[in-house]
């Protein structure tokens, strides 16, 4: 199936290249998007019989033509691109989100350690016993989606502290009445996670980009909960002196009216 997928991607590129097209254009005849030719001239994919019938119409060839292998063809997807180079991507970047979990575990560890009590027993279940898990809602142990769902939990999991850190000060704001700084930080999580999935999604991540613009929400999310956090937890205290001596300074007058008034009772 891999030799089908290279060779087929290599004939789209060569013809396409020798009739002058880009990929858009070609998209624009066979009513695919670019991405759809690159995701096949990147040999991802092998185009579905339509497809291949409308290019071999387009390129003035038949559909076993592009199929087939042949000799002399300049671009090769094996050469342009290593197949491992998508996987130094991932092993890369995931490397870097474990690295950026464990500064934030260090940071916040010194917060408290209640939280990662709660969190670490579920942290570990769902890296190293995610598989298990996953197998309770699917039958195949192999294949993609189950590969997919184990890339998933270990990208998210080390950042459970974090949304654990989040879930407590969302509390707070919560119990304190600040519904709007609440609705705030819970919301610019979910709008940024949508716009940065997108964003990560159309580069060489691929669908790994929309599980790693997770974690990212995550903590600008946490992030805006924190500030909210200590901006009322320094009002607070900024108003609890003054308000402690307002309330000794009416206890006081109070204990004086109180006094002269057991004065005059006696005078009487």
Same mark, same amino acid.
């Given at each position: ?6 060779? @087929? ?34 040999? *991802? ?13 387009? =390129?003035?060839? /038949? ?31 995931? /490397?870097?989100? #474990? ?6 575990? +260090? ?8 939280? #990662?009590? +709660?969190? &670490?027993?579920? &942290?570990?279940?769902?890296?190293? =016993? ?17 590969? /997919? ?9 080390? =950042?459970? =502290? ?9 509390? $707070? ?6 519904? &709007?700084?609440?609705?705030?930080? /819970?919301?610019?999580?979910? $709008? ?15 669908? @790994? ?10 903590? $600008?999310? @946490? ?28 206890? *006081? ?13 006696? @005078?009487?």
């Amino acid at each position: 199936m891999d030799d089908l997928k290279y060779t @087929t991607a290599s004939n789209i590129i060569n013809l396409r290249q020798k009739a002058g097209m880009t990929q858009s254009e070609l998209g624009a005849l066979i009513n695919y998007s670019d991405k759809s030719v690159s995701k096949w001239e990147r040999a *991802e994919a092998v185009p579905d019989a339509y497809v291949l019938k409308k290019m071999s119409e387009i =390129f003035g060839v /038949t559909v076993d033509y592009l199929l087939s292998p042949h000799d002399g063809w300049d671009q090769d997807p094996r050469q342009k691109k290593p197949a491992y180079s998508n996987q130094v991507i991932i092993l890369l970047s995931v /490397t870097g989100v #474990w690295m950026l979990a464990l500064i934030l575990f +260090i940071s916040l560890w010194l917060l408290g350690n209640l939280v #990662w009590i +709660i969190c &670490v027993p579920i &942290v570990l279940l769902y890296f190293f =016993f995610g598989r298990f898990l996953l197998l309770l809602f699917m039958n195949d142990p192999q294949g993609p989606a189950i590969d /997919t769902g184990m890339l998933f939990l270990r990208i998210l999991s080390p =950042f459970y =502290f974090v949304v654990s850190l989040k879930l407590v000060t969302d509390g $707070i704001l919560r119990g304190c009445g600040m519904m &709007v700084r609440f609705m705030i930080a /819970t919301f610019s999580d979910l $709008i940024l996670r949508v716009g940065i999935a997108i964003v990560l999604s159309s580069t060489a991540l691929g669908s @790994t980009g929309i599980w790693m613009a997770w974690p990212v929400g995550w903590c $600008i999310g @946490t992030g805006l909960s924190l500030v909210f956090y200590f901006t009322a937890i320094r009002k607070i205290l900024a108003e609890s002196p003054a308000k402690a001596e307002a309330e000794g300074e009416a206890a *006081e007058a109070r204990a004086e009216a109180a006094f002269a008034a057991d004065a005059e009772m006696e @005078t009487l």
